[in-house]
């Protein structure tokens, strides 16, 4: 858990979850999910916080994993539209 300070945009929240993950050393293809309320600097398509997140598993050799966030997100987006979140 890390406190944001100033803005939320997308690059915001992406250079901190970037950060924590990278301080804490742990390997970027072991992200599964991504759960969002919906909100646009979340999810927005050209520089939210999913949108960066793929793009930083585009840089990655790991295609499995690219593949498994990218079906897991679309799941999210899927269920938080039919449970009215989105």
């Known amino acids: 858990m890390e406190s944001l300070k100033g803005t939320t945009r997308g690059e915001d929240l992406y250079g901190s ?3 924590v993950i990278e ?6 293809c ?12 979340l999810t927005g398509k050209k520089v939210g916080l999913l ?5 930083k598993f585009d ?6 994993g690219l ?5 897991l997100s ?3 987006s899927v269920l ?3 449970m009215g979140y989105i």
């Open 17 to 19: 979850v970037s950060g």
């Open 23 to 28: 301080r804490l050393k742990l390997p970027w």
């Open 30 to 41: 072991k992200l599964a999910n991504v759960t969002t309320d919906g909100s646009p600097n």
């Open 51 to 55: 949108k960066r997140i793929q793009d």
């Open 59 to 64: 840089t990655l050799e790991s295609l499995s």
């Open 67 to 71: 593949s498994l966030f990218r079906a």
């Open 74 to 76: 679309k799941l999210d």
């Open 80 to 82: 938080g539209t039919a």
